[in-house]
């Protein structure tokens, strides 16, 4: 079984699907769709080519300093990109809510570093805990949209422990996959290290999805807190 291949297969499919959805989701016709999903598609293009030339390698790349800004950067300006264009800012409130909850189900694919982790290519606790929590959000996240999609207003406690949660898994798992990579700033110094998720196909997790639903995250919160604000201002 080539481990590898499967992984490029599933991780361009997550990628196809949750650029699809947010595309949709956001666009209010067929230009801006069209324009947010070529958007999107730019990136993943770029972490391909960063993970082909091996530009944040630890040998002769910029390592876990670079690996750290290719997570942090695209959500501060996905953040201060939405919030301050009107279109998208519109856009965002156009977007259901069960649409950005539904998007994490792709996170099932955590599976890939149980199986990575028992093939003895990537250490613990960094494979384990990142593997089982993206399960977990993933596994949960197609019911929760439902739930959300037919009776929101039951739904939005859940929402704020099940996005809490999905939110801490993935910084857990970027701390944990920054601390077991070689470099200065290791501090988990089990074999193998992460540095294979610098390469191909195996960035695009950090590099492109984690940062894409990450920044999900925050709009469901912002969300979550907006639908409560007229019940706070009619009191």
Known sequence: M????????ELTASAAIV?????????????????AAVGLSAW???VVILAATRALYYEHGLGAPGLGIAVALPIAVLCIVVARIKSLREGFRRVPLWLLVGV????????????????????APFAPVAGWGDIFVGA???????????????????????????????I?????GVTSSPGPQRL????????????LPWLLIPGFLVPLLFTVHIGIFIRLVSARKPALTSA
């Open 44 to 46: 993943f293009v770029l």
């Open 188 to 199: 988990i110094f089990a074999e193998p290290s992460s540095a294979m998720m610098t390469t």
């Open 140 to 170: 949960t996240a197609l019911p929760l949209a439902r739930l959300a999609y037919r009776r929101p207003a039951n739904a939005r406690p859940i929402l704020w422990i099940w996005n809490v949660i999905g939110l801490v898994d993935l």
């Open 104 to 123: 994490h189900t792709v996170r099932v694919l955590g599976i890939m570093f149980v199986i990575l982790y028992a093939a003895a290519r990537l250490p």
């Open 172 to 176: 857990a798992a970027v701390s944990l």
């Open 2 to 9: 080539n481990i590898d291949l499967i992984g490029s297969i």
């Open 19 to 35: 650029i699809a959805a947010l595309s949709i989701g956001f666009g209010s016709n067929g230009t801006t769709r069209f324009r």
